[in-house]
Nanobody, 124 residues
């Protein structure tokens, strides 16, 4: 059975850092594009970052997080990470991990597999 389980969310101060993890089972992440998506309260789902592996990894980021967030993967652990630095108050959201065999960019509705999400809350 395919599963994606996010962890690492919690309460963090503005300007702080947090590292999210996405543990996959039932498929091999190196064969998939892996995505991070977030949904703030009352807002639409928003693409954050994605990564694949084709000998070396290739990654893309939303402009809003570029330079602050880093997506990475550990193929041996079948796990994807999102390192988030210099977090802003407006980045309070549920962060989701997703997977798809193809690069679909921001076409979020097309992603094949989804995790249940992990809550990230910015608070002073």
């Amino acid at each position: 059975q395919v599963q994606l389980v996010e962890s690492g969310g919690g309460l963090v101060q503005p300007g702080g850092s947090l590292r999210l993890s996405c543990a996959a089972s039932g498929f091999i992440i190196s064969r998939y594009w892996m995505y991070w998506v977030r949904q703030a309260p009352g807002k639409e789902r928003e693409f954050v970052a994605c990564i694949n592996w084709s000998g070396t990894s290739t990654s893309y980021y939303a402009d809003s997080v570029k330079g602050r967030f880093t997506i990475s993967r550990d193929n041996a652990k079948n796990t994807v990470y999102l390192q988030m630095n210099s977090l802003k108050p407006e980045e309070t959201a549920v962060y989701y991990c997703a997977a798809d065999p193809f690069f679909r960019g921001t076409t979020i509705g097309e992603y094949k597999y989804w995790g249940q999400g992990t809550q990230v809350t910015l608070s002073s």
